[in-house]
């Protein structure tokens, strides 16, 4: 029903239609109407409405269907095949399916909107409708699985490279992975792996960027630590930053298959925004504060304490 309302809106796009019209021709009543039209706003939708006017549907949605991402996409096989979803608990959850089954390596897994989108750690990650890009890729890397922490730094730099190239030069990489635009986090990445101690069957790299959510739309205790590319003024295309995306990891990617991690790590390195700062750093069993000084040669963080050097190689990160 929700569709065929919106169909009528897009046949009558810039013109009010009054609910009445609506439930007339559609056969439902006009609160139905009203239920159905506020769910589209939350979507994304700019809808108009007035007492006596009715609607006026003016503005819809970048959607990211499959026919849209391959029309514009710059990679050889990353991102291809696409796989779209409208609503899914969480596109890793989806490649990991996929993967087992075979999926070729590239396989990208998209979504308007995740119910269950998760995040480090067990962390749940908001993913609103058609308010951020929210992807999964099947990559099936042939290195060992000790090196696919530097799989995330990969993603890392590919992802600061795609936002500062539409427009936010000051974003900056918080280890091992957050993406920071003013001290706040704009991207979260989740880099699953799926092999033995000796071989890496698949990975399914799960990256969601923020793009159109506003404040509004976080609860108290986010407003003042995410971000979003509205939140800081710019209006971004979320297929063409999702072709970025694609296009930078794919060239990263063919790196570190040909030449190993190290433009990777000193990517990473100029990309940082908290190496040399003070930080406190918070493990499973401790917490300690020093000077975050570099990554070695695997992607650990290295922090000087007063009692010599600390290699962390997972953990919360708080620069002070
Ligand atoms: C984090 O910040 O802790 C990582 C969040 C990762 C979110 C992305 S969105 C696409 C993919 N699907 C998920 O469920 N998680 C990742």
Known sequence: MRQDILDFLIHHKDEFVSGQQISDQLGIS????????????QRGYVIESYTKKGYCLREAPELLS?????????TKFVGRPVVYRERVDSTNNVAKKLADQGAPEGTIIVAEEQTGGRGRINRTFLSPYAKGVWFSLILRPDISPMEVAKMTLLAAVAVARSIRRHGLA???????????????????????????????????????????????????????????????????????LLETLLAEIERLYDTVCRQGFSQVLAEWRSLSCMLGQEVTVSSVNR??????????????????????????????IHVR
Not at 66 to 74: C, H, N, P, R, V
Not at 173 to 197: C, F, H, Y
Not at 299 to 313: K, P, Y
């Open 170 to 240: 000051d974003c900056g990489i918080k280890w091992p992975n957050d993406i920071l635009v003013q001290g706040r986090k704009m991207v979260g990445i989740l880099t699953e792996l799926n092999g033995s101690a000796e071989k890496v069957n698949y990975i399914i790299m799960g990256i969601g960027v923020n793009t159109d959510i506003m404040a509004d739309d976080l609860p108290e205790d986010l407003k003042s630590i995410v971000t979003s590319f509205a939140r800081e003024g710019i209006r971004v295309s979320r297929l063409a």
């Open 66 to 74: 499959e026919k849209a991402i391959l029309d514009g996409l710059q």
């Open 287 to 316: 917490t300690f504060s020093g000077m975050a000084r570099d990554i070695d040669e695997n992607g650990n963080l290295l922090v000087d304490t007063a009692a010599g050097t600390e290699v962390v190689m997972a953990g919360d």
């Open 30 to 41: 006009r609160t139905a109407v009203w239920k159905h039209i506020r769910a589209l706003k």
